[in-house]
């Protein structure tokens, strides 16, 4: 037998366990402690946290003041309340830290892809003068190296069925792209899936690498995924041995793969 990770091989946005599977968590420093092995006892597909699909992590109005169709809820202009407000200057950033609309219940664990949006920005900047960063944990970076990196541009994203690269205003429809993708978003955006686990989740960071204060609109993230309810395993006496993140240990005797997944950055470097 065998343990599998399933995360980055296929560019397909699939479950990477099934129902009554078994998974193995890691967080930033190895395997979580009141696990590792779960069973999968439920699935749910995850999407439109917020109406337009948008969940918005900076306006620049303020927390009431989402654009028309923007809310937490049809027809309400609220944001969430860890979202950034105000202006954002040039070569400045602003930060929304684990926003509670992302976190799980006990035992739940969130696997997730998304892509960048931007709505009526205003200051003479473009989109492609945006990057983002995610931390998870808080301190940890995620998609880059130890000296920095992990900058997220809309350039490296490709372009919804219905999508101007902005997002629209309320009463007025997406456009259609100039030529439509050979694969699709939601697929294409393998590297930056991640998961979180129950109340641990990402902060994220926005920076303005334009010329120019941005002094309008807002940005947020358009999310997709699958919800799993976990619950911790022990051992009943029936576990056997097999191999599991480098090293025999006992297992739940189950005969399909046990994926290992990694619910945060991991953070124990060394020397070799």
């Known amino acids: 037998m065998y343990t599998d990770q399933r995360l980055f091989r296929a560019r397909a946005l699939e479950p990477v366990a099934g129902l009554g599977d078994v998974v193995f968590l890691l967080d930033q420093s190895g395997p979580v402690n009141k696990g590792p092995f779960f069973l999968v006892k439920g699935i749910e597909p995850v999407f439109g946290l917020t109406p337009h699909g948008v969940l918005l992590l900076w306006n620049q109005a303020g927390l009431a003041a989402a654009p028309a169709g923007y809310g937490t809820q049809p027809n309400n202009t609220q944001c969430i309340a860890e979202a950034a407000t105000g202006n954002i200057a040039a070569g400045a950033s602003v930060k929304c830290s684990n926003p509670k609309i992302l976190q799980g219940a006990k035992g739940q664990l969130l696997q997730c892809r998304w892509s960048l949006k931007a709505l009526a920005l205003t200051g003479a900047d473009t989109v492609q003068d945006l990057e983002m960063q995610v931390s998870l944990p808080a301190a940890a970076g995620k998609f880059g190296l130890l000296g920095g990196g992990g900058y997220y541009n809309m350039a490296d994203q490709l372009q919804d069925a219905a999508d101007a690269v902005v997002a629209p205003a309320q009463n007025a429809n997406e ?98």
Do not use: C
């Not at 010329?211 to 006496?237: C, E, K, M, Q, V």
């Open 175 to 272: 456009a259609l792209p100039a030529a439509f993708p050979n694969i699709h978003p939601r697929d294409s955006s393998n590297l930056n899936e991640m998961f979180i686990w129950e109340i641990n989740g990402p902060t994220f960071t926005i920076f303005n690498n334009g010329g120019a204060t941005i002094t309008g609109g807002s940005i947020g993230i358009r999310l997709w995924g699958f919800r799993y309810d976990l619950a911790p395993l022990g051992n009943d006496g029936t576990w056997v041995k097999r191999w599991v993140y480098g090293q025999m240990a006992s297992a739940p005797a189950i005969d399909r793969p046990i994926p290992v997944i990694q619910t945060a950055t991991y953070t124990q470097q060394g020397t070799y």
